[in-house]
């Protein structure tokens, strides 16, 4: 029952450290702008707004769809905002496809942001108290964990950072363009949290990030290729309880395994062409290929090893660059989303994968505990073999 | 005065199938969460279902209330969130929760959601905290709170000639006085229009009893489709429609004195399609109370916030699903066939979302 | 000496707002004594719009001076004045149409009295002398009371805005909290065991999340101060505003014995870097107690550890299978 969803536009700013040269509005209006005039619309054309974004205390503004609305055209329509941590791109995107699906929209703009620059990501994080450990501190020790567990060897990280950087080079809209990185570089960057380096860590990054939703019909008419989104799945587990495991993470098993289903997906190596998954440090590449059952258990390091997530390999992963270039923290998911969307409407660019039919967009937050993923394919009914 | 109707709900049509909400509190001395776990516990015992059986979950709260970013991650707690759960959150009041759960019901392929408001505005200061809300350049950095912009709406209603400081007034007196019978009300009583009005003003024109209380609390419900509502409960309330509109955030751009916003989406969701015996607005502001009746067509209407409404309870981010709950509460109860709940978002009504419910199965 | 009267807590960040090339002008102009606005549609906004508020489109990024004059069109008289108001004493809110504009917008009228403004009522700009590219350089007071101001212009076009945001949090803490509190200046650590499935968590949250289940003091015991590492990194401190760290220091979990959830965030200075490792048994080495104090500890789930105490000291036992605690990694 629920009606075909496409992406029909996409939109996305600069992504820096400091867009100084705009205002919260003047970001979100260039991301916005931008996704309309990809299928040729204007405001006008919306039917409602959805606006995706981390916490509040980011930018000091305060439920920001309120202050935003006319800057994103939203006056007397209806405009939501969605915030499920760092997931909340790809859930502002589910979100979106749910009013298209549900028969009652026809054209959605969802929009996500994050203007770093504004405020400091790490304070906010550590509620404005001194002693933060940041994401990184957070994660280090379940790295550690995955490092001893599956018997990776270290230079796995390394290879990661390495490669998604290089990937970056090929996107004008990544954050960091490092002409000059290598593994060596990788490896002699400071320690931050110990075992991950400082370049295996995402940046900190202003920019927006949108998209168009449509129906069948409103695909139709859209004058440039949509990507249909066959698939969408949600996930949330608590962040602690006793037993949580919390490096091959259930609730991420769970929902790969409701998305692969919904998809009709039944080896996702195989039948997915490439993917754009959350890696805002550089070992969560071989955990959610496992964790999302796209390589076996503790042996999703030999597959980014093997070169198989590099572009040109069979299973590309982060081939815009990833959230290890660019890292707009509301704005990463959506992006993931919407470069898988490029992929499948040919419409990356340099960092095309040649012929992809079916890719997966992927987000995760919290405690590695909140998981939102979505396939798109270049048809609208993809079979499998 | 309960009224009929020829609606015969299909398997696509959505109910809610059980409610539940705290008290509002002046001060609620324990978590948020807990305020979410007595609500889902009193859904899963009234209900009879397991949390397992309840296929999605959508909470609506607001992370500035309490001073904590990510505070929304703690509330799964309260929730259940093990084994693993479809979820998702709106940093928005729960009645938009709700929205979103409706269209994600309306897919077909799963039965059942949650749908949650919690806040805890007691440990910040809201007069502090909700200038945050406007524009960031131009307003915030003023300290621009909410009372004074209420201030300058309720001016706005007496300088178009659509209102008194005494029409105002009256709308407290009444609201207290409903709250006199409901359980979950912060404030009540029986006070006079001339003792109210022999108040100072406190932002004028409005006076201190023209403000909502400070509050912590949450509410909750389960919404189900056609079938499998009916199999729960045997006084579904189907939601017949739910429209919201958001209007410009630039005061000056905006006639304070009406709320086209409400107007439009109540046209939307077809307030006057049928007989409403009750409607559940939040009146942030006394004066809200005649700028959102004159936009749904209820100027008159004899049984507007029986509950007493927001102004004997606001505890923000459940405020709004509450006046849902309290229509539902009706319908379930028999009081009522059908009626309308609001809610709003942002300063002077600047989002505002309509609801009607109906009885029947 | 230890106070478990309300939590107080003030959550401050200096943000610096980029202001972009619409309210970049008019913040300059603010600082240099003016009052700018664009023209869109055929209607003249002051403060100036980037858009077309009826079509979306782009507004142009030319301005013109309006003011210094303006009309009120309604207003509000604030009595009690908040500390994030322009004025400490009470004044006006008012939406004010300025000479020249065609959209009103809302600022502070210095009014003197209630009765000193309405509808209808002029009022004319004045600036502050302190004045840094904010909204908050420009106040408004009736034509009587203005004063002639000269005011030097600026050097630099104003790029960023500044709004220090600083929020008072205050609460008290939880009754569970509260005990778990009184426990550790008395050197004890309190946690609590749920009904339901026998599991021990320190601290306790006041419920078992697994089941749903409030907890009370009837479900809570002192547990063991000694315990097993169970994860742990090596923090390089990011430095940002609020931050007191400077040097590397271990964080870890400790899973206590005796418990099924490990305690998390345990700072530990005092045991080499090499050495440390998962498996390695640990001993709290406690503070005395005229030196414990809670000050840190909030109603979230922290256990305010440094506070109390001095160190963790290893036990000299042989190391716990770091299989068995793959489990208990938070």
């Known amino acids: 029952m629920a009606k075909p969803c496409a992406v029909i536009g996409i939109g996305q700013t600069k992504y820096k450290s400091k867009r100084i040269d705009v205002s919260l509005e003047g970001l979100v209006r260039e991301a916005a702008l931008r996704a309309l005039a990809d299928c040729e619309l204007t405001f006008a054309d919306i039917d409602a707004i959805v606006v995706g974004k981390a916490p509040d205390a980011l930018e000091g503004v305060m439920m920001p769809e309120l202050s935003l609305a006319d800057a994103l055209g939203a006056v007397g329509k209806p405009i939501h905002r969605v915030h499920t941590a760092g997931s909340v791109g790809a859930s502002t995107a589910i979100s979106g496809a749910n009013l298209i699906e549900s028969g009652r929209y026809e054209r959605v703009l969802v929009v996500c942001y994050e203007k770093q620059s504004e405020g400091n990501a790490t304070w906010a994080l550590s509620g404005g108290r001194s002693g933060g450990q940041g994401a990184g501190g957070s994660f280090a020790p379940w790295i550690r964990t995955y490092i001893t567990r599956s018997g990776a060897p270290e230079h796995i990280g390394w290879k990661v950072a390495t490669k998604d950087r290089l990937n970056a080079l090929k996107n004008p809209y990544a954050h960091l363009h490092l002409k000059d990185i290598s593994i060596e570089k990788v490896r002699e960057s400071p320690m931050l949290w110990d075992p991950l380096h400082y370049l295996e860590s995402c940046p900190s990054s202003d920019g927006a990030a949108a998209i168009v939703l449509g129906s069948e019909a409103a695909a139709k008419k859209s004058p440039n290729k949509p990507a249909w989104v066959i698939a969408h799945a949600k996930r949330t587990e608590f962040g602690q309880f006793p037993g949580r495991d919390t490096v091959y993470v259930q609730a991420g098993v769970d929902c790969a395994t409701e998305l692969y289903k919904k998809a009709g997906i039944t080896n996702p190596r195989r039948q997915i062409d490439c993917a754009e998954i959350y890696v805002p440090f550089s070992w969560y590449e071989p955990m959610w290929l496992e964790g999302h059952l796209i390589a076996p258990f503790n042996e999703g390091w030999k597959m980014t090893d093997s070169g198989a997530t590099e572009l040109g390999g069979d299973f590309p992963v982060n081939m815009s660059g990833g959230v290890l270039s660019s890292n707009p923290i509301g704005a990463s998911g959506l992006i993931r989303c919407l470069e898988a969307a490029n992929q499948v409407r040919g419409t990356a660019g340099e960092y095309q994968v040649d012929g992809a039919k079916v890719a997966l967009g992927h987000a995760y937050g919290g405690a590695a505990q909140y998981f939102a993923m979505w396939i798109v394919s270049s048809e609208l009914n993809p079979t499998f073999n | 005065m309960v009224t009929g109707s020829d609606f015969v709900p299909t398997d696509d049509d959505i109910a809610i199938v059980a409610v539940s909400q705290t008290p509002a509190y002046r001060l609620w001395n324990d978590s948020e969460q807990m305020l979410i776990m007595r609500c889902v516990n009193d859904l899963l015992g009234s209900t009879g279902m397991d949390r397992n059986d309840v296929q999605f979950t959508i909470a609506g709260s607001c992370d500035y209330l309490s001073g904590a970013p990510f505070a929304f991650v703690s509330n799964i707690d309260g929730v259940g969130a093990w084994p693993p759960v479809y979820e998702s959150h709106v940093e928005m009041d729960g009645a938009w929760a709700l929205n979103e759960a409706w269209h994600r019901l309306m897919l077909g392929d799963i039965q059942t959601a949650f749908v949650i408001g919690s806040g805890k505005s007691s440990p910040g200061t809201p007069r502090h905290v909700f200038p945050l809300q406007t524009d960031p350049y131009t307003a915030a950095p003023l300290g621009l709170d909410y009372p004074s912009i209420a201030g300058l709406q309720a001016n706005a209603l007496i300088n178009a000639g659509k209102a008194t400081e005494r029409d105002f007034a009256e709308v407290v007196a009444r609201s207290r006085r409903a709250a006199m019978s409901n359980p979950n009300a912060q404030v009540s009583g029986d006070h006079s229009v001339d003792e109210l009005l022999a108040k100072p003003h406190y932002s004028s024109p409005l006076r201190l009893h023209d403000l909502p209380p400070i509050s912590d609390g949450a509410a909750a419900m389960i919404i189900a489709r056609g079938k499998r509502a009916l199999e729960l409960t045997d006084r579904p309330v189907w939601i017949r429609g739910i429209d919201h509109r958001i209007e410009s955030h630039h005061l000056g751009l905006r006639d304070l004195s009406s709320s086209p916003s409400t107007k439009l989406a109540g046209e939307k969701v077809g307030v006057h399609d049928g007989p409403v015996d009750v409607a559940e607005l939040m009146v942030n502001f006394s004066h809200e109370e005649i700028i959102l009746r004159e936009a749904l067509g209820l100027q008159d209407h004899p049984n507007v916030n029986p509950s007493g409404g927001p102004l004997s309870g606001h505890p923000i981010m459940a405020t709004g699903l509450v006046r849902i709950i309290e229509v539902a509460r009706r319908i379930i109860e028999g009081e009522a066939h059908r009626g309308v709940a609001h809610a709003s978002s942002g300063p002077a009504l600047q989002q505002n979302l309509v609801c009607v419910l109906e009885g029947g199965n | ?330």
């Open chain 3, 1 to 330: 000496m230890t106070d478990l009267s309300d939590l107080i807590h003030t959550i401050e960040y200096p943000y610096t707002r980029s202001t972009g090339p619409y309210l970049g002008p008019f913040l300059t102009g603010l600082r240099d004594g003016k009052l700018l606005a664009n023209t869109v549609g055929g209607r003249t906004y002051c403060p100036p719009i980037e858009y077309n508020p009826e079509s979306g489109e782009d507004a142009p990024a030319t301005f013109t001076e309006v003011g210094p004059g303006a009309m009120v069109l309604g207003c509000t008289w604030v009595t009690d004045p908040s500390s994030k108001h322009p004025f400490s004493h009470p004044f006006a809110f008012a939406m004010l149409l300025a000479d020249g504009a065609d959209v009103p917008f809302v600022h502070a009228v210095d009014a003197g009295s209630p009765d000193a403004i309405s509808a209808g009522t002029r009022v004319v700009a004045q600036y502050r002398d302190d004045r840094r590219g904010a909204i908050t350089d420009v106040y408004f007071v009736p034509e009587a009371a203005a004063v002639d101001q000269s005011i030097e212009p600026g050097d630099e076009p104003v790029l960023i805005t500044e709004h220090l945001i600083s929020l008072v949090v205050r609460e008290p803490l939880f009754p569970h909290r509260r005990r778990y509190a009184e426990g550790l200046l008395s050197g004890r650590l309190l946690g609590q065991r749920s009904p339901v499935s026998g599991k021990v968590v320190v601290p306790g949250r006041g419920y078992d999340n697994l089941n749903r289940v409030p907890l009370t003091e009837a479900d809570e015991l002192f547990v063991s101060d000694r315990g097993t590492v169970s994860s742990y990194t090596v923090l390089t401190p990011v430095q940002y505003y609020g931050q007191k760290e400077t040097e590397p220091y271990i964080r870890c979990s400790i899973l206590l014995d005796g418990t099924d959830s490990p305690i998390i965030g345990v700072d530990v200075r005092d045991i080499a870097l090499e050495s440390f490792r998962v498996g390695m048994r640990l001993q709290a080495v406690w503070r005395a107690p005229a030196e414990r104090k809670v000050d840190g500890l909030d109603n979230r789930f922290g256990g305010s550890w440094e506070d109390v105490i001095e160190r963790w000291e290893p036990t000299g036992e042989a190391d716990i299978d770091p299989d068995s605690l793959k489990d208990y990694t938070w």
